[in-house]
C-alpha cells in the first residue's frame, strides 16, 4: 500500500499553529481513521480552526490555511 496524499484534505486543529514560529497539530481523516500531522501555515491559527491541506513538507508535517468548508 502506498502512501496516501493528504493535500487537497479538511481538519481541524488541535493545537495551535504560530506561523513562521512553530508548528501546531491538525487532525485528518485519513485511510478511514483520524490521524493527528504537524501542520505549519503563513499566520498564526487558533486551536478548533478549520483547515485546508495545501501541501506537505515530509511524512508527518503538512502546509494548511484557514478553510470555512466541513471536515472531511
Do not use: F, H
Not at 485519513?30 to 485546508?52: H, I
Amino acid at each position: 500500500m502506498g502512501e496516501v496524499s493528504v493535500v487537497g484534505c479538511v481538519g481541524s486543529l488541535i493545537v495551535a499553529t504560530r506561523g513562521d514560529a512553530g508548528a501546531g497539530e491538525v487532525l485528518l481523516n485519513v485511510r478511514g481513521a483520524k490521524e493527528a500531522y504537524l501542520a505549519w501555515s503563513d499566520q498564526p491559527l487558533a486551536r478548533g480552526t478549520t483547515v485546508l491541506v495545501i501541501d506537505t513538507r515530509g511524512a508527518r508535517t503538512v502546509v494548511v490555511e484557514p478553510w470555512p468548508g466541513l471536515d472531511c
